[in-house]
């Protein structure tokens, strides 16, 4: 068990609509990060938080958005969904984005849009 | 921009055999370098790393060495086991340019299949 939980594992949805992941990171850990794991694309980073503020954005579509909460959880939302959007969606946290810092993985939320 | 290259699965081995999964990466720089494990249904958890030139990680058996010279990091296993079936994903550490914080460039994935 890593520390970190994300909410839904499962999610099905239709193309048009909106869903929200959910992430919790680590106790202690201040930063979060984002990916999509696709078929044809492998990891992709999205973006990363630090203690509330946006870091870094990476390949992340103007369709989604992100955030981080006061009590450190994030937030990933993803609107007007396309059939290209399921792809299994991973949070991360760390202490500090350092450069020989570990990243803990959450089991991620696996979205399918139908 | 830097990334990250690794072989192309799927590798099926019988128990015992020796496991060379292969990786080598661009960066400017002197990144860290990783090995990611991804056992089925769950997240990625880090199996070894290496942070300068011609340092060894290891556990569990596994083993890399960080070489500059041929900017490679390969990870070997001298005998593998079933339970050692899964997908194995070479990284290194990308700056994001702002207050030394750091992401992970993830290779593609090289899933290992052990057989009994």
């Not at chain 1, 994300?6 to 990171?25: D, E, F, M, N, Y």
């Not at chain 1, 509330?52 to 993803?78: C, M, T, Y």
């Not at chain 2, 899964?86 to 992401?103: I, M, N, Q």
């Amino acid at each position: 068990d890593s520390g970190v939980t994300q909410t839904p594992k499962h999610l099905i949805t239709a193309t048009g609509q909106r869903v929200t992941l959910r992430c919790s990171p680590r106790s202690g850990d201040l930063s979060v990060y984002w990916y999509q794991q696709s078929l044809d694309q492998g990891l992709q980073f999205l973006i990363q938080y630090y203690n509330g503020e946006e870091r870094a954005k990476g390949n992340i579509l103007e369709r989604f958005s992100a955030q981080q909460f006061p009590d450190l959880h994030s937030e990933l939302n993803l609107s007007s969904l396309e059939l290209g959007d399921s792809a299994l969606y991973f949070c991360a946290s760390s202490v500090e984005g350092t450069s020989t810092g570990e990243l803990f993985f959450g089991e991620g939320s696996r979205l399918t849009v139908l | 921009g830097n990334s990250v290259t690794q072989m192309e699965g799927p590798v099926t081995l019988s128990e015992e055999a020796f496991l060379t999964i292969n990786c080598t990466y661009t960066a400017t720089g002197y990144p860290s370098l990783f090995w990611y494990v991804q056992y089925p249904g769950e997240g990625l958890q880090l199996l070894l790393k290496a942070t300068k030139a011609d340092d060894k990680g290891s556990n569990k058996g596994f083993e890399a060495t960080y070489r500059k010279e041929t900017t490679s990091f390969h990870l070997e296993k001298g005998s593998v086991q079933v339970s050692d079936s899964a997908v194995y994903f070479c990284a290194l550490s990308d700056p994001l340019g702002r207050d030394s914080s750091y992401k992970l460039i993830f290779g593609s994935g090289t899933r290992l299949l052990v057989r009994p």
